[in-house]
């Protein structure tokens, strides 16, 4: 069956870091979201991508972050200064259609700023 | 008011009851719902989606919607210890390109043996 992958699994980082998160979205899949999820609390969307551009981000996609397709197979979240409160889940998810029923999620990085 | 509203629980039934979840909201654009299981540390997995109003069923889950009253329930037959998770509601409104989900904050699910 086929999968959203993301590494690292867990990830920890001094604050004022740059960290990038991985992604490999499931391969005939156009559109690409992160979500994050700080714990205990609710999943948040950040960012949608789709034909190599920005669809739509939240107010948390600040200018701190930026999301990259370097290639056919990879899809990217840069922060490139962290903050404590950046310490969260960080959820890839991806959709052929972009109909939101068919957003698959991958197993998320967990970031830990220190 | 937040977006979307939901019991966090813990919700702790014995193994074959019926678990009753649900999620209220406040904006009207959202056509798209859908519910997720999440186990601890782990991602998001789809369960059940409906557009618009009415119910679903797939298997022992029962989803339904009621725009109206902005309210939806999943229901959970024969339920097992397996099921034993958080349950996430998740919405939206469709756009042209990439829709975001909108969450609630999730309900953690107990079967007990």
């Known amino acids: 069956e086929p999968e959203v992958t993301q590494t690292p699994s867990h990830q920890v980082t001094q604050m004022g870091q740059e960290v990038i998160l991985r992604c490999v979205p499931i391969?005939?899949?156009?559109?690409f979201y992160w979500y994050r999820q700080i714990l205990g609390q609710k999943v948040e969307f950040l960012v949608s991508?789709?034909?190599?551009?920005?669809?739509?981000k939240s107010e948390i996609f600040d200018d701190q972050f930026s999301v990259e397709r370097p290639d056919g197979s990879n899809f990217t979240l840069k922060i490139r200064s962290t903050k404590l409160e950046d310490s969260a889940m960080y959820f890839c998810?991806?959709?052929?259609?972009?109909?939101?029923?068919?957003?698959?999620f991958g197993q998320g990085t967990r970031l830990t700023v220190v | 008011q937040k977006e979307v509203e939901q019991d966090p629980g813990p919700l702790s039934v014995p193994e074959g009851a019926i678990v009753s979840l649900n999620c209220t909201y406040s904006n009207s654009a959202f056509q798209y719902f859908m519910w997720y299981r999440q186990y601890s540390r782990k991602g998001p997995e789809l369960l059940m989606y409906?557009?618009?109003?009415g119910n679903k069923e797939d298997g022992r889950f029962t989803a339904q919607v009621d725009k109206s009253s902005k309210y939806i329930s999943l229901f959970i037959r024969d339920s097992q210890p397996s099921d034993s998770a958080t349950y996430l509601c998740?919405?939206?409104?469709?756009?042209?390109?990439?829709?975001?989900?909108?969450f609630g904050g999730g309900t953690r699910v107990l079967v007990k043996p």
């Open positions: 998740a919405m939206s409104a469709f756009k042209a390109a990439g829709n975001k989900l909108t």
């Open positions: 409906t557009y618009s109003s």
């Open positions: 391969s005939n899949h156009l559109y």
């Open positions: 998810a991806s959709s052929d259609t972009g109909v939101p029923d068919e957003a698959f």
């Open positions: 991508f789709y034909n190599n551009e920005i669809s739509e």
